[in-house]
């Protein structure tokens, strides 16, 4: 069975700091896909990134950076020189790849991180 | 703006109330999904439809019932509802029915409170 665990219920920093949200996922199959979608206040998921299981380069656009580490079945996120736009819930999900099903219960999501940027 | 639009925003019901969720996405997407976001809780996938025809039902509760009339429409029909069913109800879409890749597309949702 799949698992995403995101252990940071809430983190809380000061503007222009840098911040890592942690994911960790698990799954038994090889060939898989892993995904961080951001929740702002609005309400809507946006999607921010894809990742498949056999591309481990680390992946940066703009302040936004990802950390996909195979060996430690980590898939984490960097915001560098945050800023209050920032505040949100980030949440990593994770999916079988040549999913037959097509009905999207092989996509699971980890809990959510908020994130807080104070001013 | 995801191209994916939801309303109400916001609904108050009682138990014995009967309303419906509205989902319309301007995308021209062929698969549509509704989840249900709770407090300290992952999202949980409810019901898909692809090209119209669900495909699944995650063992919802029958006091929801879904209804896709066309493949830009999405309608959740709510009834006899319980205190636990307060919930954020999202609305997603993808291109193409999920096959592991999809990036899915989501309204706002409908914050949902039953009294």
């Known amino acids: 069975a799949q698992k995403v665990t995101q252990a940071q219920t809430e983190i809380s920093v000061v503007e222009k700091e840098d911040v890592t949200l942690d994911c960790v996922y698990e799954t038994r199959d090889t060939t898989y896909y892993l995904f961080w979608y951001k929740q702002p206040p609005s309400g809507e998921l946006v999607f921010l990134i894809r990742?498949?299981?056999?591309?481990?380069q680390n992946e940066i656009s703009g302040r936004y950076s990802w950390n996909f580490q195979k060996s430690t079945s980590s898939f984490n996120f960097t915001i560098t020189a945050s800023q209050v736009v920032d505040s949100a819930v980030y949440f990593c999900a994770l999916s079988e790849a040549g999913y037959s099903g097509g009905g999207a219960d092989g996509l699971t999501f980890g809990k959510g991180t908020h994130l807080i940027i104070q001013p | 703006e995801t191209g994916v639009t939801q309303t109400p925003r916001h609904l108050v019901m009682g138990m014995t109330n009967k309303k419906s969720l509205k989902c319309e996405q301007h995308?021209?997407?062929?698969?549509m999904y509704w989840y249900k976001q709770s407090a300290k809780k992952p999202l949980e996938l409810m019901f898909v439809y692809n090209f119209k025809e669900q495909t699944e039902n995650n063992s919802v509760p029958s006091r929801f019932s879904p209804e896709c009339p066309n493949s830009s429409h999405l309608f959740l029909h709510l009834h006899t509802l319980q205190p636990e069913d307060s919930a954020l109800y999202l609305c997603a879409s993808s291109q193409d029915p999920f096959q592991g890749s999809e990036k899915l597309f989501f309204g706002s949702g409908t914050q949902l409170s039953v009294l």
């Open positions: 990742r498949n299981s056999f591309d481990e």
């Open positions: 995308l021209g997407h062929n698969a």
